[in-house]
């Protein structure tokens, strides 16, 4: 399914996130406090927004990040190339679950928006606390659903009904867009995921709440 969305999918992002996707990537970054020559590892990259945000945070930071679609990487190693960043930002192939870093390499780590897309997130979290050195710091965004009623009224609509049409519209794909409201709806509430990644080797969780809560970003320290 990822492959098959690949060329449009960040077309699509910025869409259908009226442009606020590039704002909450910046936000995540900026809560990792990322210093000079830093290693960040990016899971679930995609066509590496989060990866190459990463790379501009300071200077000499190193990231490598993992997708297992392969066409989405193409597309992003094409970004990563035209932004001139192809000597800090390295692309490979994997499973979040078999993150192919030795044990704490990273300073830091990000998932942005695919952390609901892993089979066992609880074993991606436990890669995530393998591969983040102690203290090191964690950051994942993932839709939530804004708690203010008429907001929320609002957004269920959107989320369910035009997003989805939209977007099989744009990617010539029947089920990608249908699949990610119904995928948001099975993760867990912020409270709960919060706890869970408290539960695999994180400390001071905290489960940020932006954009009225269409977006949740955790951040974590690596115990």
Request: with cysteine; aromatic share 10%.
């Amino acid at each position: 399914m990822f492959d098959a969305i690949a060329a449009r999918y960040d077309f699509l992002n910025h869409f259908l996130s009226a442009g606020l996707d590039t704002r909450w990537r910046t936000r995540a970054i900026r809560e990792l406090g990322l210093a000079p020559e830093a290693r960040v590892l990016d899971v679930c990259t995609g066509t590496a927004d989060l990866a190459i945000a990463a790379r501009a945070a300071a200077d000499g930071v190193q990231v490598v990040g993992v997708d297992f679609s392969a066409a989405m990487l193409t597309i992003g190693r094409q970004k990563v190339r035209a932004r001139h960043c192809d000597r800090g930002v390295f692309l490979v192939r994997g499973d979040a679950t078999r993150v192919p870093v030795r044990d704490g390499w990273a300073d830091a780590a990000t998932i942005g928006f695919g952390i609901r897309n892993v089979a066992e997130p609880e074993l991606a979290l436990r890669e995530l606390a393998r591969v983040v050195k102690p203290g090191g710091r964690l950051a994942i965004l993932e839709f939530g659903e804004p708690r203010i009623p008429g907001i929320r009224t609002l957004y269920r609509w959107y989320f369910q009904h035009l997003l989805p049409r939209v977007g099989r519209v744009v990617s010539k794909h029947d089920s990608a867009y249908s699949y990610l409201p119904a995928s948001v709806g099975a993760f867990p509430p912020p409270d709960r995921f919060a706890a869970i990644m408290a539960a695999h080797g994180f400390s001071g969780v905290r489960a940020v709440p932006l954009s009225f809560g269409i977006v949740y970003l955790y951040v974590a320290t690596r115990r």
